[in-house]
């Protein structure tokens, strides 16, 4: 897989940040949400599953349509 890098709200553009793959699909780099309460709340997560929290504001960044 490749990621080409689409945006992010950090003036390194690092931490949050969007990016497109050759595969068609979206990835986000967050911080990871570990918190046990959380996670409960979660949707049967897969074992290669992870839930990212990012701010709402980096959410310009992601492609329309």
């Known amino acids: 897989m490749r990621?080409?890098?689409l945006g992010s709200n950090s003036?390194?553009?690092t931490c949050p940040?969007?990016?497109e793959t050759d595969r068609g699909t979206i990835a986000v780099q967050g911080k990871a949400i570990t918190d046990p309460d959380a996670l409960d709340d979660a949707v049967n997560l897969a074992p290669d599953e992870i839930i990212?929290?990012?701010p709402k504001d980096?959410?310009?960044h992601f492609?329309?349509?």
Do not use: D
């Open 11 to 13: 003036e390194q553009g």
């Open 52 to 54: 990212v929290e990012i």
């Open 63 to 65: 492609p329309r349509g």
């Open 3 to 5: 990621l080409r890098f």
């Open 58 to 60: 980096l959410l310009p």
């Open 17 to 19: 940040a969007v990016y």
